[in-house]
Each structure stands twice: as C-alpha cells, then as structure tokens.
C-alpha cells in the first residue's frame, strides 16, 4: 500500500511534489509584503522608492503631502508602518482602492452602500516606533495603497509593510492543479481565476460585520468617508478559513459561489475545507421547511428568500462530495439535503414548472413566474439528487424526483421554447432570452437535441460586445457569473472555440484592462466597458476580487484538457478533451485518489501528435477523443483499441496514444 493512502488529505497537500508551472501562480512567496512600486506622487516627498525594497533608507514627507504606491496586483492584509522620525506629533494616513479609478489621499474605494470608506489614521509621536493596524481594520482586497501625511510636520517613515492574511490555512504557493497551454493569456486566465480565490479564502473571524446595512442606504448622498468607517470583525463560519463571495466585501458566505467557485478550487489549491465550512454555515441556517438562506450571516438575519440560491447551496453539497469522496460528511448532511430538495419541489405546479414567486437572485430582475433559469437549476440539482440517492440506496424519493424532473424538461420545452430566435425565453410572458437561463438549460441537459444546444451556443455568441457575453436580464451588465456557466455551455454544445474566444474576449479584457487588477476577477461590469455593475449605485463598491468569476479555472481543467470526474474523488472518470484550436494542454490535479494528469499537442489541422493521460490505480473511466483512430497503451503494457475515438472500461494508470 501506498504511503500516501494512510495519510489525512491535509498531510497529504503538505508532503506532495510541487505541480509544474509554479511560475504562473500569482500568490506572494512571503507573507511579508512591501510594495513593489511608487505610483504617484502628490506634494513634497524624498526618496519615495525606499519603501518598496528592504533597504535601510527611509521616505520623507515634508508637510501635506502623499505617496501612492502599487502592489503590482492585488493583495490584502494588515499594514504596518514604521516612523523613522518625525518633526513634531503628526498624523499619518493610509488609503485603499482596488482599482486605479479610486485613488485618493482622503478616502479608500468603498464597501458600503453608498459614500467612501475612511483613511485608516496612526495618531504619531515624535519618537520612532511601529505602528499596525487592529485585525479589524485589515483590508481584503487592494492593490493601490496610499501614504498620506496632513500636517506641517516632516516624518520620515523606513518601511510600510503588509501582513499578507488571504488563504490563511494555506501554503500560498503549493497549488495541488496546474494548466499550461500554448496560449499565454489563457494561461493567465487560469492562474488569476486560482488567485482570487485565494484572496476571498479568509479567516472567519473576519467577516463584515454590515455595521452600516440599513443605516446607510444607496441612495443617500455621501461625498467624504465617514470616521472609523469600515471594519472587519463578525465570525462567519465555523473553522479556520472560509470561502466568501469577495475579497474586500462582502466578505459573507453566498450560495452562487457553490456552483462556480468551488469547482475552480478543486483544480488549483485544492483548499475545499474553506469551502465546506462556508456550506456548513449555510446548512446551519436551513428553516424547519427545509429552505436555506440566500446569504451567511450576518446578512441571513434579513430572511430573504432566493430560490435560485438556495438551489445552489444543495449543489455545493452534492460538488463538495463528488471532489473530496467524503461519504461521512454527505451522509451527515443527506436528510438536509432531501428537505431542501422537498422544499424547492413544493413550487412545482400543474403544469410541470416550478412557479417561482420569491424575487431574489444574483441581482437580475424580473426572476419570477416559471422562469427558465429556476427550472434549469431545478432540472440539474433533480438529476444529482437521483444520483446520490442511489449512492445511499435511499430510493424513498427517487421515482418521484424522477417524474418531476421529466416534466420540468417537457413543460419547459413547450411553454418557454422559441424556436425562432432558438433560445428559451426567460418566462411565459416575455420575449427577452436570458444569459442565465439558456446557459443553464444547456448545463442541466434540459435540451432536447445536440442541434438545440449547439442553436443556444450560436445565439448567445452572436449577442456578444466588445467587453463579452451579455446578461440581458440584469440591463446592461455583463456577468462574469452567468459568463462561466455560459462558457461551460459552449463546451457542452462542443463548441471549444467558442469558449476560447470568450474567455480571451470577457476575461482577457478584466485582466489586461488597466482599471482592472491584473491579477484578480471583477464581480461584474458595464456591456459599454465601464466599471459599473448596475445593481449598485456606487460603483466604487464593486469587487476585483469575487470568486463567481472564476468559472474559466475548472472549465479549461475539466472541458480543454478533459479531465472530468465521474464518481466520488474519481473513482470514475471520463477523459474527454476539447481544446479547439489550441495546440498544447497540459493540465493536472489531485484528489484523495491521487493526480488526474494530461499532456497533449495536436498539429493545427487538429490531430494529436502525443497525448498520455494519468489516472490512480484502482478507478476506471472512459475516454472521448472525437475524430481519432488508434490505441491506448498502458505503463503496464494494456493495449485497448479506440471505436470512434471512444474506449470505455479503463483501469487507472498512466495511458498513452499510438496510432500502431
Ligand atoms: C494633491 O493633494 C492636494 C492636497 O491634499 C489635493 O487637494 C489634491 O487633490 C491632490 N492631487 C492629486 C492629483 O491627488
Ligand atoms: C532612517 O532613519 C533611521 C531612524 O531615524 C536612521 O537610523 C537611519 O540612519 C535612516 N536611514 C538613512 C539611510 O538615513
Ligand atoms: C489629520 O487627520 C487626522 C485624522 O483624521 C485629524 O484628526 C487631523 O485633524 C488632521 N489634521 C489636519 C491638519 O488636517
Ligand atoms: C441625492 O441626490 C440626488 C440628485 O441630486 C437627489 O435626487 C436625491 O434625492 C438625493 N438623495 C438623498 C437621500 O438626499
Ligand atoms: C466590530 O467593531 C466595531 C467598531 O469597533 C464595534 O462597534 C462592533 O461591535 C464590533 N462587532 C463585533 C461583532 O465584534
Ligand atoms: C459550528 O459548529 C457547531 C458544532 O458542530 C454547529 O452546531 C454550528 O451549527 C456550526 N456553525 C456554523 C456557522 O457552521
Ligand atoms: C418575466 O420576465 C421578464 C423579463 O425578465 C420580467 O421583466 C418579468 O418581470 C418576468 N415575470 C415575472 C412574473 O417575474
Ligand atoms: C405563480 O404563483 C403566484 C402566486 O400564487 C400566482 O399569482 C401566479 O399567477 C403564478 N404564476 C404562474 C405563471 O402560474
Ligand atoms: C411528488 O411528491 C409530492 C409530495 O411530496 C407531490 O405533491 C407530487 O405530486 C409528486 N410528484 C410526482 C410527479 O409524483
Ligand atoms: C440529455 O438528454 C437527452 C434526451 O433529451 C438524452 O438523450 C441524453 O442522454 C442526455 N444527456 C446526458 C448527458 O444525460
Ligand atoms: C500583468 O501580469 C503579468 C504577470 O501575470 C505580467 O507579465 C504583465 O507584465 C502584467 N501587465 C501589466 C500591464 O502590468
Ligand atoms: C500504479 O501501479 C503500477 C504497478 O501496477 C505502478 O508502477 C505505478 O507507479 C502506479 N501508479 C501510480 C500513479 O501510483
């Protein structure tokens, strides 16, 4: 037996090879920062560039005066400052911002409703001395930090520095997936998508705490920051560290993160106890009727009703086991589980839909009635709930569960079906098409035909702008949410290409663009390229650092390179390559199984030049190569002839292709 099998999965993550391309990953090799270049400056200031190197000298500000330095990409942590000397008691400022667009010596970007968020202030002596920030005031997500000094007095300071707290369980460079392609921004793609999800994995304890939620509303009129404005100190799950929707805010557990975020960890840092205990804290709020909420706390104590979210809280579930095989945990939560699904059936009316009457969602409108995108989900969560009832041979639900998900699949067909324009309306009574809806019929299977998923593919793509894919039923936003279930929906449609130059398109502009981080995933902007996600009134609120934008990290694991897990951990698997025009994959990850592993090339007409996969020993899987003839050769020397480029019934190992 193997070392590695009497190992917990934590001790395994410690004693593993580190995974090839570690050059890519964006995560600082020490948790001790110091900035890594001046920005500008704004008044009287010598030698501003001592603070961004270890260096012995100092920076000196003479009078009113400030220094904004960049981090290069964004980061979050708790600054420290330390004073050299200085003339005479004084002040020294500190502001924040995500995005250049919100530099500013007199206020950070904004976590509120409305208005900016306050300078952090150090009331300084004339003495030296080291000044730090209370965990409370740490900031999650900034890449431009500001120096401001407001008096008349000269203070030297010799170093800023910033305790760097995102992914705090985590060894920040020991990622346990690895993507690699000839394409340089896809590339990038992948490893910032990995990145922002390590700066929304956050020690619990701080949270928001929504101080102002409800005292500050978005449409209050505030120009200047208020004291002491912002603060990070609300526990929100148990553990010690959890998954949230953002990095600088909201900071909270979302259930949409479960249908995105968490398949995109699972392939890159492989951190799913931060995820697991985000979905806990969902399940630890679940109504006696069954419903979870729309949010963690604090902001559950609104009670909101999402129908959509709480779908996806029961997806994370049903996820959570596929990639970590832990049966004892889903069997803790199993009879949760079938009271959340007996909850969501209870909208299900005659004519086969679930009649959606609770309005809340990820911030579209118009989400009521027999609206496509509930069913959808609805259908998907139907088809696992079956699954996992099986696994348990807990078949009490099943023949019913079964019939339900047959007539959402017929009903919706007929009722919200426009063969015309060849996408599913969003509801009877509209002729607007939805992102979210056509992209998640598309997932679920609720198609009837491979020619009406590829129609959906083709309609979405040709409503794209110059900024990416459009979510008509949120105005004129696009979502990089809705975007990655829509890429996963030109996989799934075959379409490779498609997704390619959506992700080049979508997520190479909020990467490149230079208001955006370089390094980090927007939450959502405007179709005309401006940064204003318009659910929000104060666009400085809007968060570089969310975790459902980054659905391009598993789907390029999953669907380019085709590493697909079938059965819990990878027990089974199916090997189903789709990289379109790209030339070269390699791509790899880990469960408790051991490392699912692919490296191809393929000449530009489109056929495989060398193409080995790996899989543990002791699973089995199939294999898709489309338009391919020839065998798979084994390291122990299998040989199985491939029937229409497909072969079923492979044992683990290491495989190759041979046209012999
Ligand atoms: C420079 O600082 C002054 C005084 O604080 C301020 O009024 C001005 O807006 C600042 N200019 C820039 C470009 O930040
Ligand atoms: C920076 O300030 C410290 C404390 O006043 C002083 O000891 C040091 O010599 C200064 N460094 C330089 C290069 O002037
Ligand atoms: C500098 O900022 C501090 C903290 O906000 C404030 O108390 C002080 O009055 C300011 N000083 C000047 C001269 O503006
Ligand atoms: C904010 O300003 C707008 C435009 O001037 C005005 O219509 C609105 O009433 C103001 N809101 C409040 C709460 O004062
Ligand atoms: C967070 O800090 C603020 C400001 O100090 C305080 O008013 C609030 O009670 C704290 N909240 C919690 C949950 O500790
Ligand atoms: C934390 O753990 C306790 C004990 O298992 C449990 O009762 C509680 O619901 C958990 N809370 C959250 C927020 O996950
Ligand atoms: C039906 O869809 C349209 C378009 O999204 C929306 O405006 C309308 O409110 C929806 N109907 C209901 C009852 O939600
Ligand atoms: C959905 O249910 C609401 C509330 O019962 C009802 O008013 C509405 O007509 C129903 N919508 C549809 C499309 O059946
Ligand atoms: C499923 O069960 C519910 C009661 O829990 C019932 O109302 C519904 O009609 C059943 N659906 C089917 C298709 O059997
Ligand atoms: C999708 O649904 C069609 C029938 O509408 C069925 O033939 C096909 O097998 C389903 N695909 C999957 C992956 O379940
Ligand atoms: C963006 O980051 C990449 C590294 O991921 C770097 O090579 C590139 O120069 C950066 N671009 C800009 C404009 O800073
Ligand atoms: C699988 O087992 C074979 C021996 O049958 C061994 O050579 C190989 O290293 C094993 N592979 C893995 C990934 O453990």
Not at 249 to 267: C, K, N, Y
Not at 285 to 294: E, V
Not at 396 to 418: E, F, M, P, Q, R
Request: aromatic share 10%.
């Amino acid at each position: 037996m193997r070392l590695s099998w009497l190992l917990t999965p934590a001790l395994l993550a410690v004693t593993v090879l580190a995974v090839p391309y570690e050059e890519y990953i964006l995560a600082p090799t020490s948790r001790d920062l110091v900035p890594a270049s001046v920005y500008r400056i704004n008044g009287s200031v010598s030698n501003p560039a001592a603070l961004t190197s270890s260096t012995t000298e100092n920076t000196t500000f003479y009078g009113v005066s400030s220094v904004t330095y960049d981090f290069g990409r964004n980061i979050a942590g708790i600054v420290s400052l330390e004073v050299a000397s200085a003339s005479l008691s004084a002040f020294i400022g500190v502001t924040f911002t995500e995005s250049n667009l919100w530099i500013s010596s007199e206020a950070c970007d904004a976590t509120s409703d409305a208005g900016l968020d306050s300078p952090l202030w150090f009331p300084i002596s004339d003495a030296p001395g080291i000044y730090t920030a209370e965990t409370k005031h740490t900031r999650g997500a900034f890449r431009y930090l500001t120096v401001v000094s407001n008096t008349t007095a000269t203070v030297s300071l010799s170093s800023i520095r910033v305790k760097y707290t995102a992914a705090p369980t985590q060894d920040l460079r020991s990622y346990q997936g690895y993507f690699h392609s000839n394409d340089e921004l896809i590339n990038r793609i992948w490893y910032a998508g990995a990145y922002t999800l390590q700066l929304c994995s956050i020690d619990p304890s701080t949270g928001d705490s929504l101080e102002w939620l409800g005292v500050i509303s978005s449409t209050d009129n505030i120009t200047l920051p208020q004291t002491d404005s912002w603060w990070l100190n609300y526990t929100i799950t148990n553990g010690s560290s959890t998954l949230v929707d953002g990095a600088k805010r909201d900071r909270l557990v979302w259930p949409g993160d479960m249908s995105i975020a968490l398949e995109s960890v699972a392939v890159s840092t492989g951190d799913l106890n931060s995820v697991r205990t985000a979905l806990e804290s969902l399940f630890a709020l679940q109504k006696a009727n069954g419903r979870l909420p729309y949010a963690g706390k604090p902001f559950s104590d609104m009670d909101i009703v999402s129908f959509t979210y709480h779908l996806h809280s029961l997806i994370g579930a049903s996820s959570l086991y596929q990639y970590t095989g832990d049966r004892a945990w889903l069997s803790r939560y199993w009879g949760q589980y079938k009271k959340g699904v007996e909850w969501a059936l209870a909208s299900v009316d005659d004519t086969g839909l679930a009649n959606i009457t609770a309005s809340a969602d990820w911030l579209r409108s118009g989400m009521g009635a027999h609206n496509i995108e509930a069913n959808a989900i609805l259908y998907y969560v139907l088809k696992d709930a079956i699954s996992l009832a099986q696994t348990f041979n807990d078949y009490s639900n099943v023949k019913n569960w079964s019939t339900t998900a047959a007539g959402i699949k017929t009903a919706a067909n007929s009722l919200l079906w426009d063969d015309h324009k060849g996408l599913y309306f969003d509801n009877e009574t509209t002729t607007l098409h939805p992102q979210d809806g056509n992209s998640w019929a598309v997932k679920a299977n609720l198609t009837l035909s491979c020619n009406q998923s590829d129609s959906i593919s083709s309609a979405l793509a040709s409503r794209w702008g110059p900024y990416g894919a459009p979510a008509p039923e949120a105005g004129s936003t696009v979502s990089p949410f809705i975007g990655g279930f829509e890429l996963q929906a030109h996989y799934l449609a075959n379409q490779p290409d498609r997704a390619l130059e959506l992700l080049r398109l979508q997520w190479g502009f909020m990467l490149d663009d230079p208001r955006m981080t370089n390094s980090t995933f927007i939450e959502g902007y405007s179709t005309d390229g401006s940064l204003v996600y318009a659910p929000y009134r104060n666009t400085p609120r809007v968060s570089h650092a969310h975790g459902w934008s980054t659905g391009p990290t598993s789907a390029l694991t999953s669907y380019a390179a085709g590493l697909h897990l079938t059965g819990p951990a990878g027990v089974t698997w199916l090997f189903k390559p789709q990289p379109g025009s790209l030339t070269q994959v390699e791509a790899g990850f880990m469960t408790q199984l051991g490392f699912f592993e692919t490296a191809f090339r393929r000449s530009t007409a489109g056929s495989y030049q060398e193409l080995t996969f790996t899989a543990p020993n002791g699973t089995s899987g199939s294999v898709e190569l489309g338009d391919v003839t020839g065998k798979l050769v084994s390291d122990n020397g299998r040989r199985v002839q491939l029937t229409s480029g497909k072969a079923t019934g492979l044992q683990g190992g290491s495989w190759r292709l041979t046209s012999l």
